[in-house]
Every structure is written in C-alpha cells, then in structure tokens.
C-alpha cells in the first residue's frame, strides 16, 4: 500500500462532501474519491454490499458438488451447485469463528471441513457436523449455524449475480435495459455460453473505478493508449464511428463500428453455426446492433465488465479473424489496489477451431499477456500513485468530453439513451451519478433530467 492509501480524511465522509466532489453534470470528478481511504471503505458497504455483483458463471460448476470460491467486494463466497442442481452462495467463513472453510479456487466436494475446529457444512450450506459435540456443547442448534447466504441469488443466461441487500430490487428491476445487452452478448445462442479455461487473474495498484470507468465508454483513449493497434493495422482503419449508451441505473455500453463499406467481418466474425441460432435466439434489433462493428464494451454497475471485439487481421495468415467475448470483475483490495478477473466466453456451439482462434486472440490483444491490457493498465496504476500526493488529490479529473456536441440518436434501435458519437464521457458521468447515488442517495444527472 502506498503511503496515504490508508486515508487521511481529506475528503470528509459526509453526504455534502461527497456531492462537492462528485459533480458529474458539470464533467468535474475529485481525484479524492480514486485514493481516499475512508471513501474506499465506504464503498465497501454502500456500494457493494448493497448492489447486485456478478460472481460466477454457471459452465464454471458444471456438476453437482462444483465449486468455486470468489469475492463480493472483499467478503469472500463459495458458489457452489448442490445436489439438486442449484446454484446457492455462501459466505467462505466459519460460523464458529470466521475461518475460511474452503481455500481452494475451484473443485467438486459433498461438504466443507473447517481446519479451525472442524466444523463440517454440506455444500448446501447445512452445518452436519461438530466435534467432540456432546462433550464440548451437550446440544446444538445446527439448523441455526449454516453458512451465511445473501437474500438474493438469480442466474441470468448462466451469469450467477448476488445481492447481500435485503431491501434489494429484483435484478430485472436493477438491470433495466441491460438485459437488452447482456442477452446479445450472454444469451446469443440457444445452447447459451461457456467459459474457456478458468478466468486469469492478477492484481494492479490502481483503484476499481477506473477500470470500469474505462470500459464504460472510453473510446476517446484508444487512439492514443492503443496507438500499436492502428499502426499494425488491427482495427479496420479510417475514422472512428459508434454510438455511447446511457442505459440507465449505472450501466453503460459502447458500440464502435467499421466505417461504411471496409471490406471487414459481419456481426464479429462469428462462426456459422452461432449466426444460425443466433437467428432464432435475437431479436433483428440486436442482431443489427452487432451487425458491422469492431467492439462492443461497457460495465453493469459497479464492477462488471465485458469487452466483445474483432480485429480485422489476426497478424496470422492461417488464422482468419475472429471475436472474443472477454468479461471482467475490478475487484477492489484497497483503494490502490485491484483484483483483476478477465473470463473469456465462446457460443456453446463453436466448432472447436473458432473457439481456439478466439482463445489466441483474446490472449495476444486483451489477455494478461496481451498488448492492451498491459497498455491502459500501466496507465491506471501511474493515475493512482501520481494522485496520492496532497496537491494532486485535491484537483478534480475532467468528463466534458461531449457535453457540449453529443446529441442523443432517436433512431438507435435498443433502450437507453444513444449518442451517436463514439467520443462522448456521457457513460462514465452516468457511472458517477449512479456512484454517487449509492454513496449518499443523490443522484444529480437524474435529479437534472427531472428538473
Ligand atoms: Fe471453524 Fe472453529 S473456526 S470450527
Ligand atoms: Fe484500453
């Protein structure tokens, strides 16, 4: 940790502070808010704690008796499918004194044995066994003691979401017109998605909220950041089009397209027999919303990411191009600090050949040896320790990009409001909002709209 990531209270805690640094509808955003460590721990409980989170996808566990172990904000959880094929989730810590009862990523168990105690919980959470318990207790109320599970888990096309609120809204609610999307990218094809291999992970010195800032909408960086991807003629050259989605609630897409008439893949390049389920799974809305496009990226509040992409050469002549879907949790650890989990995920009906292709391309460009993730990670990390200082933290970031020269496109065919520009931070102020929102209960680009 970096000398002041532990926080020295220069931002106040309060609601008022809050607002003074967050003011997205003026494109103004404290830097307090990216190194402060009460601010970061207060995410923890109003931002996490209260949110629907993304843990697991279900091709993970295939089997009764998988598992997985993972992170909602920093308390740990085990997913888990039980006997009777559901997927329920767990706090990974003991009901006798908070050990973690499974330390393992990943395996297939009937039950999780604490190596504290040894207490003993079935993997549907029942709490079967307890040493020495007629000597040590006389009786026990094991029904009482079972894992600690959240009010809400609901998959949605195989994507495990939590929510440890119990006054949460239902994710339906939650997600609005994401689903939209999340169906394109998720719930493309009849056989439905899987993820290849198991997800990489790393971590970065940097604050959470700058990965999915990034990925909500920062087509502006690209030209610059990931100049190699023009130069080695990657992408399909000329100017840069699309549309920035302001779907509401926090959630945001990017949609970049081809210029009109490159001699480029349609809808990402996918192989024939995903385009033919694809056909009867999607509405013609979403299928031309992914008809002539490049990439397709952005975030469900607060840390769920995907990238979509297809670059128009492999850089291999016996590999023609392709796609992959890559998604991604910024895992907060600190306030300077980030776990990184990038997934990738291929139609369950890819012949094996594309779902290789896919697998390089994803590893070459945005995998943790690929050249982009290495390109903006550096770039979030040294915006994380250049504003630690005293002077730094107390500037503001700048969102203008668009305020004055976007205009919502009426004709986008999918919900949320669509600008029709590909240069535009009404994403990331729409993220902030919803921030905000969470950290105190304002949130000033609604609170404008209905003004
Ligand atoms: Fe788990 Fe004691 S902490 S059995
Ligand atoms: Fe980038």
């Known amino acids: 940790m970096t000398k002041s990531a532990a926080g020295n209270g220069h931002a106040g805690n309060g609601n008022a502070a809050l607002a003074s640094l967050v003011r997205p509808q003026e494109g103004e955003i404290g830097r307090e808010i990216f190194v402060d460590g009460q601010i970061y721990e207060r995410e923890l409980d109003a931002v996490f704690a209260s949110s629907w989170l993304f843990v697991a996808h279900t091709s993970e566990i295939p089997s ?30 003991c009901r006798h004194r908070g050990m973690q009862v499974c330390r393992v990523d990943r395996g297939n168990t009937s039950h999780f044995r604490c ?61 609005g017109g994401m689903a939209w999307y999340l169906e394109i990218l998720f719930g493309r094809t009849e056989g439905g998605m899987k993820a290849v291999g198991t997800p990489q ?6 604050n959470w909220k700058l990965g999915a800032d990034n990925f909500s909408g920062d087509g502006y960086h690209v030209a610059m950041t990931h100049r190699h991807a023009f130069d080695l003629g990657l992408f399909g050259g000329g100017t840069m089009l699309g549309h920035t989605i302001d779907v509401g609630n926090g959630h945001t897409v990017r949609i970049q397209n081809f210029p009109e008439g490159a001699p480029v893949p349609k809808h990402l390049a996918l192989p024939p027999e995903v385009l033919e389920s694809m ?170 709209a209905r003004a």
């Not at 549907?124 to 040493?131: A, E, F, H, N, S």
């Open 201 to 206: 992970r790393s971590r970065a010195r940097m």
């Open 64 to 93: 009764p008796g998988d598992y997985v172990t993972r992170d909602c904000g920093v308390d740990p959880v085990i997913v888990t499918q039980t006997e009777d094929q559901t997927f329920r989730v767990f706090l990974n810590t």
């Open 279 to 448: 056909e009867r799974t999607l509405s013609p809305e979403q299928r031309g919303a992914i008809e002539n496009i490049t990439v397709m990226h952005g975030n469900v509040f607060p840390n769920f990411s995907f990238v979509d992409a297809v670059f128009t050469t492999t850089g291999d002549p016996e590999m023609p191009p392709v796609s992959f879907l890559n998604a991604r949790l910024w895992q907060p650890a600190a306030a300077d600090l980030t776990d990184l989990w990038s997934w990738i995920f291929v139609a369950e009906e890819s012949p094996d050949w594309w779902e290789e292709a896919s697998r390089v391309t994803f590893v070459r460009s945005h995998g943790l040896s690929g050249t982009f993730d290495q390109d903006d990670v550096e770039i979030w990390s040294n915006i994380t320790e250049a504003n630690q200082g005293p002077i730094a933290r107390r500037q503001t970031f700048n969102y203008e990009v668009g305020v004055r020269v976007a205009e919502v496109d009426e004709a986008w065919p999918g919900p949320g409001r669509a600008y029709g520009v590909d240069y535009n931070e009404a994403n990331q102020r729409a993220f902030y909002s919803k921030w905000l929102e969470s950290m105190s209960g304002a949130n000033p680009i609604r609170e404008e």
């Open 115 to 175: 190596p504290y105690h040894g207490w003993t919980y079935r993997n549907d959470g029942k709490l079967i066994g307890v040493p020495s318990l007629r000597q040590a207790y006389g009786t026990l109320d094991r029904d009482r003691l079972a894992l600690t599970e959240p009010p809400h888990v609901r998959v949605l096309h195989g994507l495990i979401f939590v929510n440890w609120d119990p006054d949460a809204p239902s994710l339906e609610e939650y997600l």
